[in-house]
């Protein structure tokens, strides 16, 4: 998942996670969606019956694996919360 509005940051970043992808679904028979996080959110958001409260909790865990992990930094803390506040003026 990423942040970036397009869904890919460059065209060849497109096509390296695309092949990755059907060489996952070839060999083990997965199937994976690439999707930016705020079309995956929008779309799952309408299954959920307060969403506001589910953005609080995927924040807050969003957080705590940051702290636990190297996947997240900072800078996608920062990033995430620039998200949530453009939004929220919506």
């Given at each position: ?6 869904g ?65 930094k ?17």
């Amino acid at each position: 998942m990423t942040t970036y509005k397009a869904g890919f940051e460059s065209a060849t970043d497109e096509k390296e996670i695309n092949d990755f992808i059907l060489k996952i679904k070839i060999g083990r028979d997965i199937d994976i969606i690439a999707n930016g996080i705020l079309t995956t959110i929008k779309y799952y958001l309408r299954f959920i019956d307060d969403y506001k409260l589910f953005l609080e909790t995927y924040t807050k865990n969003l957080i705590l694996d940051a702290k636990h992990s190297t996947e997240i930094k900072d800078y996608h803390i920062k990033s995430w919360i620039e998200i949530l506040k453009e939004y929220d003026k919506e």
